[in-house]
């Protein structure tokens, strides 16, 4: 695939290994008849490091051979995260390591939830974009201020703190962005 067809969430081989793209930057050229080019932010899937490479434009790079399988979350020791596969009941162990980023949103009942595997092993979990969790605790809002656009901080179920419009309460079910972290408003 080239360069310039690469978007953000895919699955790339970089040097051997697999990557998960994490941002893009595109540097146009200031000269004539120079290549455009692309900067790519990525995590290295098996060690989990961040990797920062360029390619012009039209440069090839391999996508990784990966399968997903669609999971639930079944239960967690104190060092690993436990997924049913949907289909065959398979399961797949994953180290809270391997998981860090995704832990704050993986909640039992999350549905759209993939396992990512590499050379028959688990090496990561997808998200869906939009999760809903529940507020367990917030400051209550005041009477009148709920007409400016301030936030206040909001502990979610599963521990993850979230910056909410003054009038949400506690006890309310909301949408979070699960690659940001951000807000997205009442479920």
């Known amino acids: 695939m080239i360069a310039k067809n690469i978007k953000r969430g895919m699955i790339m081989v970089y040097e051997g290994n697999p990557v998960i793209i994490e941002s893009i930057f595109v540097q146009t050229p200031s000269a004539r008849g120079a290549s455009t080019l692309y900067?790519?932010?990525?995590?290295n899937l098996l060690t989990k490091q961040k990797?920062?490479?360029?390619?012009?434009?039209?440069d090839n790079m391999n996508e990784a051979d990966f399968s997903k399988r669609?999971?639930?979350?079944?239960?967690?020791?104190?060092?690993?995260?436990?997924?049913?596969?949907?289909?065959?009941?398979?399961?797949?162990?994953l180290t809270f390591d391997?998981?860090?980023?995704?832990?704050?949103?993986?909640t039992e009942g999350l549905e759209g939830m993939q396992v990512m595997i590499y050379n028959d092993l688990p090496v990561g979990v997808t998200l869906p974009v939009s999760i809903e969790l529940k507020i367990t605790q917030c400051d209550p809002?005041?009477?009148?201020?709920?007409?400016?656009s301030r936030n206040k901080p909001a502990t979610l179920e599963t521990?993850?703190?979230?910056?909410?419009?003054?009038?949400?309460?506690?006890?309310?079910?909301?949408?979070?962005?699960?690659?940001?972290?951000?807000?997205?408003?009442r479920a």
């Open 39 to 43: 900067k790519f932010r990525a995590r």
């Open 51 to 58: 990797v920062d490479f360029t390619f012009k434009g039209d």
């Open 70 to 93: 669609n999971v639930k979350f079944s239960y967690s020791d104190a060092e690993k995260m436990y997924f049913m596969d949907d289909e065959n009941f398979e399961m797949y162990e």
């Open 98 to 106: 391997e998981v860090a980023d995704e832990k704050p949103y993986i």
């Open 141 to 148: 809002g005041v009477k009148g201020n709920s007409a400016t």
């Open 159 to 185: 521990g993850l703190t979230v910056m909410v419009p003054e009038y949400i309460e506690e006890g309310t079910v909301i949408r979070v962005d699960s690659r940001t972290g951000e807000y997205l408003g």
